[in-house]
């Protein structure tokens, strides 16, 4: 196997999201845009999306890093709008939009236009919640969007599963639908339940980072396989054990964190990078064999289709916002007031992304007849042209929408407050149990490193306070940024000193890795306080 090709794809794409960052436009669009060019220029290898290898091997992993960054008190408190969204959206989705489709499109069954409803009904949130972050839009709606994102896949492939079934003429009905929507779902659920704490306990008691590093990279895989194993659904399962091992992420060791949050931000940039501009790259084979559909026909379709995704989220979020509060006053309680503004946001956040190609890749040449998938090539045109519409389209106007809508951003202020008053309550319990400590005669020390660790625990709690106060007016900045700038000047100072005796044969690499590996530590920990 030649591996070049993709090295070359993952390289290029990185090199692109990288440039992207230092551009307005987020690296989605610009990740498809050059797929899209790069898919015509001679020389280019051949990039098929082959879905055996993107739902089990890089669909686990970025759902497995969102769900980790995700927080499981915030999708519980808002589980009622994730679940309008990921489950009952999509099954509406699915059936309006495939019904549409084959009112529109002449000749195309109703089951095969079933399929490629539930293929384009999973909006793909990874875009969506990247420009939501960027913008500062209110936390509700980011967690709403990205709770969509992390169920919506299993509910998609399940409808699929069902409605491809009736299309290849393997018998489907009502009833074995709902049991395999039940059977997917609560099984999923149930194999993440069974596997969370097992895998925890493991990440609690390896003692080398490494070994720990190692187990989490399985992980998603693992849960993943074995639910998909059962005929359950793998989606839910690595999403349950992500939210599991994020919620109690505390309790492993610090260098397995430090580590593990290196890691696992290199794996998904990678494999974001390297999925989006997949997706560009599929053009060639999507437009081959349209059969007797005319170039005129095709994008006809195509636009019909777009439109309806577009109009079916938003006929779906709008009374899903508002009914359930006009019906139930607990529900108007419990959850914040809100107005128009939010459900515009959510309805036009629903870009489709690289799980709607990868189902659709999947759909067979033939059905159990052994004749031909009905419009199968134009239902693959059809997946190509809604996913680029959406990323393009909404992808593009999505920021200026947020702006122009001004819905109120985090407040910075009064995040830095809260920040700076749990410190303050924590600090004040290190120093209470500091002083039991050395009321201890098994923990005597000098007096100087008494003092030593009483300085670093009055340098975190005035840290963040410092950050609200007055700044420097030659340099604009506050006093905990002149610390922080300052501190790592001198670790700068001594890393050189390091490398100097290094270089002069006064110490070996060993030790000067040991010594470098403290003050990258020190310089760690610093970063993580300001970020």
Sequence with gaps: MDAL?????????????????????????????????????????????????????????????????????????????????????????????????????????LTAALVLGAVVAPPDAVAATAIARRLGLPNRITTILQGESLVN???????????????????????????????????????????????????????????????????????????????????????????YLGHRAWQVDFATRLQEAAVWKMVAFILESSVFALIGLQLPYVIEDLGGYSVGETLWYAVGVFVAVVVVRFIWVFPATFLPRGLSKR?????????????????????????????????????????????????????????????VIQGLTLPPLIRALKLPGRDAYAETLAEAQAQSEASQA?????????????????????????????????AVWERLGAVNELTGESADDTYRRLSGEMISAEREVFVQLRDQRRIDDEMMRTLLRRLDLEEAAAYREES
């Design 430 to 462: 290190a120093e209470r149990r500091l002083d039991e400590l050395l009321a201890d005669e098994r923990n005597a020390l000098p007096q100087p490193l008494a003092d030593r660790l009483r300085t670093v625990l009055e340098r975190r709690r005035n």
């Design 331 to 391: 529900i108007r309680e419990r959850e914040p007031d809100t107005n128009w503004t939010a459900p515009v946001i959510v309805g036009w956040a629903g870009m489709r992304g690289v799980v709607s190609l990868a189902i659709a890749f999947s759909i067979p040449l033939a059905t159990a007849d052994d004749e031909p998938f009905p419009a199968r090539n134009l239902v693959l045109f059809l997946t190509f042209t809604t996913v680029i519409g959406t990323l």
């Design 5 to 109: 090709p993709l090295v070359a794809l993952i390289a290029v794409s990185a090199a692109i999201a990288g440039a992207a960052r230092r551009t307005p436009v987020p690296a989605p669009l610009l990740l498809v845009t050059a797929g899209l060019i790069a898919a015509y220029v001679p020389g280019v290898p051949d990039y098929t999306l082959d879905p055996h290898i993107v739902l089990p091997l890089i669909l686990p992993p970025l759902l497995h890093s969102a769900a980790v960054d995700s927080s499981y008190l915030d999708l519980r408190a808002n589980a009622r709008p994730v679940a309008l969204l990921s489950v009952g959206y999509v099954l509406f989705a699915t059936v309006t939009v495939g019904y549409l489709a084959y009112v529109l499109v002449p000749d195309l069954p």
């Design 153 to 243: 896949d299993a509910t998609a492939i399940t409808a699929y599963k069902v409605a491809l079934a009736a299309a290849v003429g393997e018998g489907a009905s009502w009833a074995g639908g709902i049991a395999e929507f039940a059977l997917a779902s609560l099984g999923g659920i149930g194999v993440g339940l069974v596997l969370m704490v097992p895998i925890h306990w493991m990440r609690t008691h390896l003692k080398e980072a490494l070994l720990q590093n190692t187990l989490s990279l399985l992980i998603p895989f693992v849960a993943y396989a074995a639910a998909e194993w059962v005929g359950a659904s793998g989606v839910l399962a690595v999403v349950v054990v992500a939210l």
